[in-house]
C-alpha cells in the first residue's frame, strides 16, 4: 500500500469536515474520490498534504501513512520533496504575473537540478499549446490553459503521485476528456493518481477504484466498475 489514510478526522477550526475516514492507495493505481458539493474531498486532499489547520487536535486526528509510515509530521513542502507527492489544487493557484515557462520552472524548487529540461520537454509534449504560449503571462491564459499549465506544474516536481481536486471544473467536455486522457496515459508511465471530482461519470470512467464521500463520512467503495454499477450512486451522482 502507497498511501493509507486511517480514521482521519479534520476541519477547520471548529468544524469537523471529515468524521473519520479511512482508505488506501496502491502505487501505479488511479483513485477517485467523488460526493457532492461540501462532502469533504478537496479537505481529504488538503489534509494528505498537510494543508489543514493542524492546530487544534480536537478536529485533527487519525493517521496518513506514506510507505507504512506516518505523514503527520511531515510539512508540506517535504511531502513535495522527498515524498513526491504533489497537489493540483482546486482553482489552479498558478501565478499570474508569470509566464507559463516562468511557472513550471519555478514548480522544480525541490529538485537537484538533473531531468528538469527533460521533464519540461516531456510536459510540452503532453500539452503542446503550453509550448506554444511559453512567454505568454498566465494570467492571459483560457481557463483550459490554465488547468493544463497547473497540471504541467506538478509533473515538474517530479513527482509520482498527483493529486487532482476537480481537474473537470470550468473545462469545456472536450478538454476534459483530453485532459482525463492525459491522466490515464500518465498512469500508465507510472504515475499514481488520486483524483476528486464532482463529474462522477468522467472520473469512473479513468479510475482502478473508488470512494464516494457522503457530508464527512465514506458512504461506498469499490472498483470503478462496480461503483458505477451500483444502483444508489447511478441515481445520486451519474444522473441515471
Ligand atoms: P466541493 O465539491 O464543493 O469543492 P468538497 O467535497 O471538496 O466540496 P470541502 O471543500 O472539503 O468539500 O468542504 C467540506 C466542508 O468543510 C464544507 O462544509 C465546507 O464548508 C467546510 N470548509 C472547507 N474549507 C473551509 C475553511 N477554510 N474554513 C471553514 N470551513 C471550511
Known amino acids: 500500500m502507497l498511501l493509507e489514510v486511517e480514521n482521519l478526522y479534520a476541519g477547520y477550526g471548529k468544524i469537523e469536515a471529515l468524521h ?20 469533504g474531498k478537496s479537505t481529504t486532499l488538503k489534509a494528505i498534504m498537510r494543508l489543514t489547520p493542524p492546530e487544534s487536535p480536537t478536529v485533527f486526528s ?30 489552479r493557484h498558478i501565478f499570474g504575473n508569470l509566464t507559463v515557462h ?17 521533464d519540461m520537454d516531456r510536459v510540452f509534449d503532453l500539452f503542446p499549446r503550453l509550448k506554444e504560449r511559453m512567454h505568454q503571462r498566465s494570467d492571459t491564459l483560457s ?4 488547468q493544463m499549465l497547473a497540471v504541467g506544474r506538478a509533473l515538474m516536481t517530479d513527482c509520482s503521485v498527483i493529486l487532482l481536486d476537480e481537474p473537470s471544473m ?28 464532482q463529474n462522477a461519470r468522467l472520473a469512473l470512467q479513468v479510475a482502478d477504484r473508488g470512494y464516494v ?18 444502483p444508489e450512486i447511478k441515481a445520486a451522482y451519474l444522473g441515471a
Not at 496502491?26 to 457532492?36: D, P, R
Not at 516562468?102 to 527533460?118: D, P, Q, V
Not at 457522503?214 to 461503483?227: F, K, M, P, S, Y
Open 20 to 39: 473519520g475516514i479511512s482508505f488506501h492507495v496502491n502505487e501505479g493505481e488511479i483513485v477517485t474520490l467523488i460526493g457532492a458539493n461540501g462532502a
Open 62 to 91: 487519525g493517521d496518513i501513512r506514506f510507505k507504512g509510515k506516518s505523514i503527520l509530521k511531515t510539512e508540506a513542502h517535504n511531502i513535495v520533496a522527498h515524498l513526491k507527492m504533489d497537489l493540483v489544487p482546486e482553482g
Open 102 to 118: 516562468e511557472n513550471l520552472k519555478l514548480a522544480t524548487w525541490t529538485r537537484k537540478g538533473s531531468g528538469i529540461e527533460k
Open 143 to 146: 481557463g483550459g490553459e490554465q
Open 170 to 197: 470550468g473545462l469545456s467536455p472536450l478538454l476534459m476528456y483530453d485532459m482525463f486522457r492525459t491522466f490515464k496515459k500518465l498512469n500508465s508511465e507510472g504515475l499514481t493518481v488520486i483524483v476528486v471530482e
Open 213 to 230: 464521500l457522503d457530508t464527512g463520512a465514506i458512504v461506498a467503495q469499490g472498483t470503478a466498475a462496480e461503483l458505477a454499477d451500483t
